[in-house]
């Protein structure tokens, strides 16, 4: 079975930092790499995705990812926070050969940003 | 206005009594997911539904139950079977088939057992 690991549960940081959260996950086949973020109150959404193609995906508000096969690892970055930042974010994998199309998450990241 | 409705936002159940969750979708998607999250352990699959009137156990079915019989419903009951049922519950849906779809999430229902 898949499993998604992110090494950070909580992270601050002052606005203008750069953040980058790591994620590895254990499937050796082909997979799907999502990163999804919730801010509080607010329901999951998207902020980027890879698929196939260039390793470097970019996402919306000035995140990207880079997908690592060799390491397995698809970590998130963001040259410069804002206070708006601040919310837990989800690396999720889905297994193509898996029926059902399903996502494993990882254990979620908390990010506070400071003004 | 397309996207996916959970109802309600709160439930508060008692001990012993069984509760089932909404949520529907106006997205015309086949594929549709619970997931049940916990602080600090991600979002972990409980049931999913590629097609109407079929549905599969997802890593943590114990407890649950789910139906299918419509494309844009899928609702979770939670029964007096499951250990620790306070929870927040997501409820999801994709376009499905074969990978390369994201998935689309409710706003959450945040159950409590009194």
């Known amino acids: 079975a898949q499993s998604v690991s992110q090494h950070n549960h909580h992270v601050i940081l002052s606005e203008a930092a750069s953040l980058e959260l790591g994620c590895n996950y254990s499937?050796?086949?082909?997979?799907?790499l999502f990163w999804y973020v919730q801010y509080p109150g607010q329901h999951l959404q998207l902020l980027l995705k890879?698929?196939?193609?260039?390793?470097l995906v970019k996402g919306i508000k000035g995140f990207e990812a880079e997908f690592i096969k060799s390491k397995f690892s698809f970590n998130l970055r963001k040259p410069s926070v804002q206070w708006s930042d601040t919310a837990e974010y989800f690396c999720?994998?889905?297994?193509?050969?898996?029926?059902?199309?399903?996502?494993?998450f990882g254990g979620g990241t908390r990010v506070l940003v400071k003004p | 206005d397309g996207g996916i409705t959970q109802s309600p936002k709160y439930l508060f159940r008692k001990e012993g009594q069984n509760v089932t969750l909404s949520c529907e979708q106006n997205?015309?998607?086949?594929?549709m997911y619970w997931y049940r999250q916990d602080p600090g352990q991600g979002l972990r699959l409980i049931y999913y539904?590629?097609?109407?009137?079929?549905?599969q156990k997802g890593d943590i079915a114990e407890g649950y139950s789910v139906s299918r019989e419509k494309k844009e419903s899928f609702p979770l009951t939670v029964t007096s079977a499951q250990k620790n049922p306070t929870a927040f519950y997501l409820c999801?849906?994709?376009?499905?088939?074969?990978?390369?779809?994201?998935?689309?999430f409710g706003q959450g229902t945040r159950l409590t057992v009194v």
């Open positions: 999801a849906s994709s376009i499905g088939g074969g990978g390369h779809a994201e998935a689309f």
């Open positions: 499937y050796g086949g082909t997979v799907n």
């Open positions: 890879y698929f196939s193609g260039d390793p």
């Open positions: 999720a994998v889905s297994n193509l050969k898996a029926a059902g199309n399903k996502l494993t």
């Open positions: 997205l015309n998607h086949d594929a």
């Open positions: 539904s590629q097609i109407v009137n079929d549905f």
